[in-house]
């Protein structure tokens, strides 16, 4: 059974930190490549952050671009994200994602979320 359960979330000061974790279970975590999406209310879901199965690549939007770093360790397959200098526009509920490129499909799976609040 696939599972990508996410952690980390909370409420938070601006300018504050939170890690958000999203362990993976049921597939074969290192052949995906992994990202963080967000979604506020009311507002279409977002990609925030890339990474490729092996880490060797990343990208991020720009707007949380030198805020926010995204990683993974495949031996506990899990996906990491480290956001910095929290601002209240990054209040959102965050989803990470797997995708396996299989060439001529992808295969994407989902997690559940977990919601931040960034507020005074």
């Known amino acids: 059974q696939v599972q990508l359960v996410e952690s980390g979330g909370g409420l938070v000061q601006p300018e504050g930190s939170l890690r958000l974790s999203c362990a993976a279970s049921g597939f074969t975590f290192s052949r995906y490549a992994m990202s963080w999406y967000r979604q506020a209310p009311g507002k279409e879901r977002e990609l925030v952050a890339f990474?490729?199965?092996?880490?060797?690549?990343?990208n991020y939007a720009a707007s949380v671009k030198g805020r926010f770093t995204i990683s993974r360790d495949n031996a506990k397959n899990t996906v990491y994200l480290q956001m910095n200098r929290l601002k209240s526009e990054d209040t959102a509920v965050y989803y990470c994602?797997?995708?396996?490129?299989?060439?001529?499909?992808?295969?994407?799976?989902w997690g559940q979320g977990t919601q931040v609040t960034v507020s005074s």
């Open positions: 994602k797997a995708r396996l490129d299989s060439g001529s499909a992808y295969l994407d799976y």
């Open positions: 990474i490729t199965s092996t880490g060797g690549r990343t």
